[in-house]
């Protein structure tokens, strides 16, 4: 059912709870913004502590999308889905095809597509059910790391490090993302340090020169600059003091896990690229393969160039920032609160 809320829901368009017990689905999508265009967003699914943690988690995700893609220049607003996973649901293909007919009734105003736990299988159970899917042609990883490295080169320049090569960076995350990362700093002669939970995704990135560290340790290894491309919060107030790196540039969505951690890193004079800015890239596909068609040359050129697009962005924020004597989180913030007339 559709219903408005006070308190962290206040200011959203549309709250939807999607309950199938048959199934063992449980999701909550939540439309931040439309007033730039449809919103997009990705389908997360992990296991929440809570409902209330699944919520949060929902709201803060999607009122950042629509920051994303107002910073970004799309046309289009933010939004998205998280589902709750209880480890109980026998059928994830019926499950996601249930919570595609959920958003094919949204009507176009919402355009989902992968996120953690979505990948492309339960993507192709959502398209049985709904047209309004990110374009399976699109490659949400390489368009997202090729952002964070667009970003990564306006780091470079703000840290007075021009070129890249022999500089250390740790990646905290070695999946499509991360992995992709890895690859293209390798070949500028980066040192690439990395960490992930999965095995297979720590073999596949020593393949490519990755000297993979223990992900207890990885945050207090030195380096240039700490990429976070795993889960959010991993900046709060324990972690940011055990960091050795001069900043921060990654793809992992929400890194803070308090406004208040902004400061912080600004006190310890760490640099930190907002999440916002530098991971716009898979939802800049996204937005104009949907709006434009995938496959047409000239659409995949603009793809490529709004993405490099993101090094002048994030270089503005931060030059912005040290006018003001501002964390660069906040200044992205208030620049998308005022393009999307949020508050």
Known sequence: MLFGRRGPGAGYERLLVVQRPALGLRAIIAVHSTRRGPAFGGIRRKRYASEGEALTDALELAEAMSHKCALAGLSAGGAKTVVLDEGDTADWSAAYEALGA???????????????????????????????????????GVSTAAGVHAGLRAVWRALGSSP???????????????????????????????ADLEPDACRAAAALGVRIVDPSALLSEPCDVLMPCAGGHVLEASTIERLRCRAVCGSANNQLATPSDAARLRDRGILHAPDVVVSAGAVIEGVLTVQHGSSDAWVRARVRETIAGIEGTLASVLDEAARRGLPPSLVARERGQGLTGST
Do not use: F, K, M
């Open 102 to 140: 959920e958003i094919e009734g949204l009507t176009g105003s919402y355009v989902c597509g992968p996120d953690l736990g979505t990948g492309a299988r339960e993507l192709a159970a959502v398209r049985r059910t709904c047209a309004h899917v990110n374009p399976e042609g699109n490659d949400a």
């Open 164 to 194: 890249a090569a022999g500089r250390t960076v740790a990646i905290q995350g070695l999946g499509s993302v991360g992995r992709a990362l890895a690859r293209a700093l390798r070949e500028e002669g980066v040192v690439v340090l990395g």
